[in-house]
């Protein structure tokens, strides 16, 4: 009894000791912030997919290619001037929260307070509504853009940090998975991307982002290769190795000629940016998500 | 080469003339409509009845737009992926729809129908939602209101961009143009 009464007034001291290094972040900050992510995302091109753009407008062989690239360019700057969409799909409402593990949230459910902030920036920026429930019988538009898919991650520290990632269908419905066989090796990875991107043509609005997830299980790759879309263009992998793939598929997938929204031309993809993870000694999972050229995403630290 | 100016709906004979790789500046009036207001156009021919809209001779734009501001016409309102309607698209040609606009590829079938009905396949710029809000001076929802974003709209748009995809003589754009691009990329 008296050992017992001693472990707990222990805890309670380790437990007084953390709580001085807890951060609290309320809910209503995090609502709010994620509605304005909602805005800035959709109508806001990272100068990093600028960037790239106008990068491939400079090296593009194809005159109509040229021309579409300009194109691109402008109706960045009209959506950012006029606050209007860049594309009037403004996706399904992907968003990534790194949690750090002494942040405490105080006022209510964490996920509640994400879907009202992208219930209110999918209302107040006027931006289309493209989630249906009910979705393989009557496919009913649930009006406000919700529910988003959340991913959580617990993370050393006292920080949230959201990733808003507006997904439009064009390009996800062009992403595959393949339960690959190790002896499939790199060219089977290779291979895959490219006739992923030969399938899918100009509908996923090229030029594209290719986020690859190599390794892990079936939905860890998909996860990878979703968040590399995040990552800004011109980072580079996270190894020489992973850097290298990169830069093979890129290669071999501009050599396909598809060019900016199929009309031919040498830019089909911006970027490639890959992800792996330690596999199953039977398995090699690969995922490719293909992100239209435009690559919105935004991001907030609280 | 120059887009050439034309008017919607065309002339069976305009169509006739178009080939692939044409670009065009479109005014006059297009109606919208996309996946689930499809499907509700095809369960209608299915069943005998007849269309909330006549499509004989008339473009057809595969899009559903964001919504409009107070004081604007219409949102951002770029194609979505045409190839989600081929499974509905040959009962509306033989119905006698004529130009169709969308993005990207579409499947063997689509291609044979637009032949065998002397209609066209356009494209136009995906992605580029704000910038061609700007071609559209009027919309209007013709009936679904309650499909939302996919509604079948009339928009009345002045020189709307797009790029002859597939003629009624085989000609393919993405096979023309990708194959004088492929393998060229530089290192």
Not at chain 1, 16 to 29: E, F, P, Y
Not at chain 1, 69 to 93: M, V
Not at chain 1, 100 to 115: P, R
């Amino acid at each position: 009894m008296e050992d017992r009464s001693l472990l707990v007034n222990e805890c309670s001291g380790v437990l007084k000791s953390r709580q001085m290094a807890i951060r609290t972040v309320g809910i209503n900050q995090i609502k709010i912030q994620v509605s304005e992510l909602c805005l800035k995302a959709n109508f806001e091109l990272g100068q990093d997919v600028i960037k790239a753009l106008q990068n491939a407008l400079e090296r593009e062989k194809s005159p109509v290619a040229r021309e579409t690239l300009l194109q691109l360019l402008e109706n960045a700057r009209l959506a950012r001037e006029k606050s209007i969409p860049l594309c009037q799909d403004c996706g399904a409402a992907v968003v990534f929260i790194e949690i750090g593990q002494d942040v405490h949230i105080d006022g209510g459910s964490l996920s509640e307070a994400v879907t009202e902030g992208v219930r209110a920036g999918y209302s107040e920026g006027y931006l289309r509504k493209s989630m249906v429930d009910k979705p393989f019988s009557e496919r009913i538009n649930t009006a406000d853009n919700t529910p988003p898919v959340i991913h959580y991650e617990i993370v050393p520290g006292d920080r949230l940090r959201i990733v808003l990632m507006p997904k439009g269908g064009g390009a996800e419905n062009m992403s595959r998975v393949s339960m690959l066989s190790p002896g499939d090796g790199k060219e089977g990875i290779i291979s895959f991307v490219e006739q992923t991107v030969k399938k899918a043509g100009g509908a996923p609005c090229p030029p594209l982002i290719i986020g690859v997830g190599i390794g892990g299980t079936l939905e860890k790759a998909a996860l990878m290769a979703k968040q590399s879309l995040a990552r800004p263009l011109g980072e580079p992998g996270l190894n020489s190795e992973i850097s290298a793939l990169e830069a093979e598929i890129l290669e071999r997938v501009n050599r396909l000629g598809i060019g900016p929204l199929g009309m031919g031309g040498s830019y089909t993809a911006l970027a490639v940016h890959a992800a792996t993870f330690p596999c199953h000694i039977a398995s090699l999972p690969v995922a490719v998500n293909l992100q239209c050229h435009s690559s919105r995403h935004a991001e907030a630290v609280l | 080469m120059k887009p050439v100016q034309f008017t919607s709906p065309f002339s069976s004979q305009e169509v006739i003339n178009l080939k692939a790789g044409d670009r065009l500046l479109i005014s006059g009036v297009i109606y919208v409509a996309r996946d689930a207001a499809h499907r509700r156009l095809t369960e209608l021919i299915a069943s005998g009845l007849d269309l909330p809209v006549d499509f004989c001779g008339q473009t057809l734009y595969y899009m559903g737009p964001s919504p409009a501001r107070p004081g604007s016409v219409i949102g951002a309102c770029g194609p979505t992926t045409s190839r989600r309607m081929d499974r509905y698209t040959v009962p509306l040609l033989e119905l006698g729809l004529r130009a169709m606009i969308g993005k990207g590829e579409r499947s063997e079938e689509i291609r044979q129908a637009i032949i065998r009905y002397r209609a066209v396949y356009l494209v136009t710029l995906g992605g580029a939602g704000a910038l061609l809000a700007d071609c559209v001076i009027k919309a209007e929802t013709v009936c679904y209101p309650e499909l939302g974003a996919e509604a079948i709209m009339r928009l009345e748009v002045e020189k709307f961009p797009a790029v002859v995809a597939y003629d009624w003589q085989g000609g393919d754009l993405f096979q023309q143009e990708t194959a004088k691009y492929c393998c060229l990329h530089e290192k």
